[in-house]
Nanobody, 116 residues
Framework: VQLQASGGGLVQAGGSLRLSCAAS????????MGWYRQTPGKQRELVAV???????KYADSVKGRFAISRDNAKNTVDLRMNSLKPEDTAVYYC???????????WGKGTLVTVSS
């Protein structure tokens, strides 16, 4: 397994969750890492991405609430999600290899459910 995501679950609106994605060293070291999400009937959309140098990009809908970070020693990328809203409910996917568009590497999704 090259990308392994964890941390999804059920949370009440206003709560917080942290998603984590562990990547193999080769993939992590040379690639931007990102999180995408998808709901039924909709296209997968960018949530946040971080470059190897630490530059970040966020979807407008999560700016100020979510924070992406990478730990180069552990080969992990985290997504801290605060002030969660019911519309954040989705399957979240870890991605590697792209900053302005998704890269070629995808992890299995992890479900985040925010109850109202």
């Amino acid at each position: 397994v090259q990308l392994q995501a964890s941390g999804g679950g059920l949370v009440q609106a206003g709560g917080s969750l942290r998603l984590s994605c562990a990547a193999s060293g080769t993939i992590f070291s040379y690639n931007p890492m990102g999180w995408y999400r998808q709901t039924p009937g909709k296209q997968r959309e960018l949530v946040a991405v971080i470059s190897t140098g630490g530059n970040t990009k966020y979807a407008d809908s999560v700016k100020g609430r979510f924070a992406i970070s990478r730990d180069n020693a552990k080969n992990t990328v985290d997504l801290r999600m605060n002030s969660l809203k019911p519309e954040d409910t989705a399957v979240y996917y870890c991605n590697a290899g792209g900053f302005f568009r998704p890269g070629n590497y995808w992890g299995k999704g992890t479900l985040v459910t925010v109850s109202s």
